[in-house]
Structure formats: structure tokens, C-alpha cells
């Protein structure tokens, strides 16, 4: 994921954070004020809910804004403050839970008028459990832990209201249940609050990728050609997102290839796993005298052919190149060679499988094969660079 998209989903959810301010705003003053005109205790304690809310989303816009600042203090960003934002909506919903449940139980009330808190109810738990749905799916999304604490907070409040609003009716038959469902109300509340907790400490505390995302990027890199194998990978959660580095071994001699393979893997993990923000690859290399190389052959034991795509066969070797034996033989048939569309990306992809160190053309290489291979950073080499190698190795 590029630096720019990643501003953009930041400024997106800035968005969706101002607006749910105002959402939340809107329904703590109707429930607040209907539950004071009409008596209802579960009401008022649902406009707690909902103020508390507002305190939330004002957090999570903070945290959002935060985020997209870059400052030379904080190389690694400022994305952790989506997670001190959700932090502090989970603390401001566990104190309304002690609120509501307080009033509940040791305050008492008369039986509520349901002549304005029934529809002012009804209203409010369609749009908090709308405006809940659509903000949760921004937020998965966006990969936005601000967001997605925001929505949680719409569904508890959109529960604790679907609550009221059965016992705003169970009122109206004669049932005066107001204030056990305002004690059932701090429930949900509570549970939602204490969610939001434990999930923003997690990820203060670096707590790494899902072990499936992490198995997906390990072999992603160890089936790159020019790596033998991963020796670590740690990964520390980034407001939502990942930093993750990993040390690998490759083979190769050369301290150029080792960095331009870092390089591309750099930029190739964020961009097939969105939830990584940030990828560090650290390379080990070596001398290793062991290569293989690929040569395009006529048919087993044939001699070299000129055009490499439509080759028939393959000669895979893997040679000591100290003594210039040849440690293993294979000869394998061109699954591609007879395709019409996008034979290059097909046949490049095929041989970066069988992770070569070197392929062997009389002509060079052009068109995708050429930049799949060099961007691999697998060698190219001719005939006679190969046969002035042997002759050195046995001189």
C-alpha cells in the first residue's frame, strides 16, 4: 500500500469520524431531552450512552487527524494514536455503564409517558443501528481501529436502545419495567466497553499479525528465487495495521542483488497484504558456490535454442561453480510454449518457481520474462560468459 493511499483511507475515516460526531450528537440531545419530558430512566440513561458517544467519536477524529501527521520524532508514524483514541472511548463507555447501572438501581422514578419516548426510541434505533452497519463496514474497510471502535459503539448504543424501546412498550400495557431494562441497558453497555478495552490495550502492546497473515507473508518471500530461508519475522501492530520485519538469507554473492531483492520484497509485502503498512527486510548473504542455472534446450540432451520463450524443453542444473561441476541434472518441457496470451507472465512466473540463479540465452532476454527475472534478480547470461566461467574454474 502507497504512502498516498494510505493518506487518502486516513483522510476518509477523518470523514466518517466528523460526521458521526455529529450523529451521536443529535441522538444523546432527542433521547436526553424526551427522556426528561417523559420520565422514562431508561431513556435518559440511553442519552448517557449516546453522550458518551460523542466523546468517543470526538476521540477517534482526534486520533484519525493524529495519524496523518508525519513528524521526524516518530519515523514509524503516528498511527498508534487511532489506538490511544479507541483507548479512550472504551474507558468513556465502561463509565457510562456505571452510570446507567447506578441510576437504574438506587434512583427512583415515576412510570414514564411513552406518548414521546416511544417514537423518539423507534427513531433512534434505526439510525444508530444504520449509521452503525455503514461505519463498521468503512472501517474494516479502511483498516481503521478508530472506526471500528466508533461502530461498536453505534450497535451497544443501537442494543441498549432496542432494550428501551421494549420497555417503553411493555409500559404501555401496564408493565413498569423502565428501570430494569435502564439495568440491562449498563450490560450491554459495560460489555461493549470492556471489548473495546482489552482489543486497545492489545495493540499498544505490539501485539503482532494473525498467525495465518503471517505464514502467507513468509511464503510469499521464501518462494522469491534468490532467497534460501527465513531466519526471523516480528511484526508490531500500527494503529490497525502492521510493521513487519524479517530477516532472511539469500543466495547470492553480491551485496547489490541482496539490497535490490530487499528492496522489491519492501515494497511487494504491503502491496499484497493491505494490512501491512510497513515492510524491513534485513538480508544475510554469502559466497555460495552452488548455482542453478536454466537453460533453453531443443529436447533432452539437445543442443541450446535461440528464442527462450518458445523453447521446448528446459535444462535445469545445479553447479558448483568453484569446480565447475555439475551436481544435478534435469530436463523439463515448456508448459507454455504453445500459448497464445500472456505467455510471458506465464512463463516467467513458472521459472521464478523453480527459483534459478541464472538463465543461459544466446540473444539476451527481452519483454515480461526479461523484467520478471531481473526484477527477481536473477542473472543473465550468455553462452559464452558460462563456458569462460568453466574455463576459469578448471584453469
Not at 457510562?96 to 447501572?101: K, V
Amino acid at each position: 500500500m502507497s504512502q498516498e493511499s494510505i493518506q487518502f483511507d486516513l483522510a476518509s475515516a477523518r470523514r466518517r469520524a466528523a460526521v458521526s460526531v455529529g450523529v451521536n450528537l443529535l441522538l444523546a440531545v432527542s433521547k436526553g431531552g424526551t427522556g426528561v419530558l417523559s420520565g422514562s430512566t431508561a431513556l435518559i440513561s440511553d442519552a448517557i450512552h449516546s453522550a458518551t458517544d460523542v466523546l468517543a467519536s470526538s476521540a477517534a477524529y482526534i486520533g484519525l487527524w493524529v495519524a496523518g501527521r508525519q513528524h521526524p520524532a516518530f519515523p514509524y508514524g503516528l498511527y498508534k494514536a487511532e489506538n490511544i483514541s479507541a483507548l479512550v472511548a472504551s474507558v468513556a463507555v465502561i463509565v457510562a455503564a456505571y452510570e446507567i447501572a447506578r441510576q437504574a438501581l438506587f434512583e427512583h422514578r415515576d412510570v414514564p409517558d411513552t406518548t414521546y419516548a416511544l417514537p423518539v426510541a423507534a427513531t433512534s434505533l434505526v439510525v444508530a443501528l444504520g449509521f452503525g452497519l455503514l461505519q463498521l463496514r468503512a472501517g474494516r474497510r479502511l483498516l481503521s481501529p478508530a472506526l471500528i471502535a466508533d461502530a461498536r459503539d453505534y450497535l451497544a448504543d443501537a442494543m441498549s436502545t432496542a432494550a428501551v424501546l421494549l420497555g417503553l412498550l411493555a409500559v404501555r400495557f401496564g408493565f413498569n419495567s423502565d428501570r430494569w431494562v435502564a439495568a440491562l441497558v449498563a450490560l450491554f453497555v459495560f460489555r461493549s466497553g470492556a471489548q473495546l478495552l482489552v482489543t486497545a490495550i492489545r495493540d499498544l502492546l505490539d501485539a503482532s499479525i494473525d498467525r495465518e497473515t503471517e505464514r502467507e507473508i513468509l511464503r510469499l518471500v521464501e518462494n522469491h528465487p534468490r532467497i534460501s530461508g527465513v531466519r526471523s519475522c516480528m511484526s508490531r501492530s500500527a494503529g490497525g495495521r502492521f510493521i513487519v520485519d524479517l530477516d532472511v538469507v539469500m543466495h547470492t554473492p553480491s551485496h547489490k542483488t541482496a539490497d535490490h531483492v530487499a528492496d522489491r520484497l519492501e515494497e511487494l509485502i504491503p502491496q499484497r497484504f493491505p494490512r501491512v503498512l510497513m515492510a524491513r527486510i534485513r538480508p544475510h548473504y554469502s559466497a555460495d558456490t552452488l548455482v542453478r542455472r536454466l537453460t533453453p534446450v531443443a529436447r533432452p540432451e539437445g543442443p541450446p535454442v535461440e528464442h527462450f520463450a518458445r523453447a521446448p524443453w528446459f535444462l535445469l542444473e545445479e553447479v558448483d561453480t568453484a569446480t565447475g561441476t555439475v551436481l544435478r541434472r534435469e530436463f523439463l518441457e515448456n508448459p507454455h510454449r504453445d500459448t497464445e496470451r500472456q505467455r510471458g507472465l506465464l512463463l516467467g512466473t513458472w521459472i521464478l518457481a523453480l527459483k534459478p540463479d541464472e538463465v543461459v540465452t544466446p540473444h539476451g532476454l527481452e519483454g515480461t520474462v526479461a523484467t520478471l527475472l531481473r526484477t527477481a534478480g536473477v542473472d543473465v547470461r550468455s553462452p559464452m560468459e558460462v563456458e569462460l566461467a568453466k574455463s576459469t574454474c578448471d584453469g
